[in-house]
């Protein structure tokens, strides 16, 4: 896990957030937020934890991802009050006792704390084997330019919030929540066996899906729900669902 952490400061922070990211950027009074910003068409551009600071928010988001994110946000700042600062904050997380001044990851209960100081990594968690546990994707795994958010589960993981107004993409996100019933999407999966991240799923022959992260005898797959059965395969390995 390498992340880089930013600093958002200006009195107009607050609102140019808001226009932009999927989450209710309100909400930081409660504590760290996990959003995402979108394209136009409405598919995953990045993914970031939004943390309440003294002097501003922070923003926690994959290094690579980061190299995306931050210009494009620079781009929209136009004459909004509002700097963006890389800092030399390290993120530290865990599942056990929280430590002073650690929050919350919003994410989902298991997934536990994150600290924000001069130490990075983590308490010896097996965050991989929670991740597929609950379906939580990551960037530049399950998380691709080509994802749409509600595919990857966002609304269950308190990362969109459909009443808090326009942002970049929300017109195809809220159109997907209330119009369409989604046919794809991340699923836990058993696996026997084991096969590369980004191994194709097939069902009867017939393409089915992507694999993605595994642990302990499950997996994290991107599957058509209409082809999603028993007796799937990846280069060997063989799915089945939950």
Same mark, same amino acid.
């Given at each position: 896990?390498?992340?880089?952490?930013?600093?958002?400061?200006?009195?107009?922070?607050? $609102?140019?957030? +808001?226009?932009? !990211?999927?989450?209710?950027?309100?909400?930081? $009074?409660?504590?760290?937020?996990?959003?995402?910003?979108?394209?136009?068409?409405?598919?995953?551009?990045?993914?970031?934890?939004?943390?309440?600071?003294?002097?501003? /928010?922070?923003?926690?988001?994959?290094? $690579?991802?980061?190299?995306?994110?931050?210009?494009?946000?620079?781009?929209?700042?136009?004459?909004?009050?509002?700097?963006?600062?890389?800092?030399?904050?390290? /993120?530290?997380?865990?599942?056990?006792?929280?430590?002073?001044?650690?929050?919350?990851?919003?994410?989902?209960?298991?997934?536990?704390?994150?600290?924000?100081?001069?130490?990075?990594?983590? $308490?010896?968690?097996?965050?991989?084997?929670?991740?597929?546990?609950?379906?939580?994707?990551?960037?530049?795994?399950?998380?691709?330019?080509?994802?749409?958010?509600?595919?990857?589960?966002?609304?269950?993981?308190?990362?969109?919030?459909?009443?808090?107004?326009?942002?970049?993409? +929300?017109?195809?996100?809220?159109?997907?929540?209330?119009?369409?019933?989604?046919?794809? %999407?991340?699923?836990? !999966?058993?696996?026997?066996?084991?096969?590369?991240?980004?191994?194709?799923?097939?069902?009867?022959?017939?393409?089915?899906?992507?694999?993605?992260?595994?642990?302990?005898?499950?997996?994290?797959?991107?599957?058509?729900?209409?082809?999603? %059965?028993?007796?799937?395969?990846?280069?060997?390995?063989?799915?089945?669902?939950?």
């Amino acid at each position: 896990m390498t992340r880089k952490i930013y600093r958002i400061t200006g009195a107009d922070t607050h $609102d140019f957030l +808001q226009g932009l !990211v999927t989450n209710d950027v309100s909400r930081l $009074d409660q504590g760290a937020v996990y959003a995402a910003m979108l394209t136009p068409q409405g598919k995953y551009m990045a993914d970031f934890l939004l943390v309440p600071s003294d002097d501003g /928010v922070l923003l926690d988001v994959d290094a $690579d991802v980061a190299a995306t994110l931050i210009p494009r946000l620079t781009m929209y700042k136009l004459r909004a009050d509002v700097e963006i600062a890389e800092t030399d904050l390290q /993120v530290y997380r865990g599942t056990g006792p929280a430590p002073d001044g650690a929050l919350a990851d919003p994410r989902h209960p298991d997934l536990g704390w994150r600290l924000y100081g001069d130490r990075a990594g983590d $308490d010896g968690s097996d965050f991989d084997a929670i991740r597929v546990a609950h379906c939580i994707p990551e960037a530049g795994i399950e998380l691709t330019p080509d994802s749409y958010i509600l595919e990857s589960g966002f609304d269950r993981l308190n990362g969109v919030d459909f009443k808090k107004g326009c942002y970049v993409g +929300q017109e195809v996100t809220a159109r997907m929540k209330h119009k369409t019933q989604l046919k794809k %999407g991340l699923v836990t !999966v058993a696996i026997d066996g084991a096969a590369p991240v980004g191994t194709p799923i097939t069902a009867a022959g017939k393409p089915a899906g992507t694999l993605y992260t595994q642990s302990g005898g499950r997996a994290i797959a991107y599957l058509r729900f209409d082809r999603m %059965g028993r007796d799937m395969q990846a280069d060997g390995a063989t799915l089945s669902p939950l």
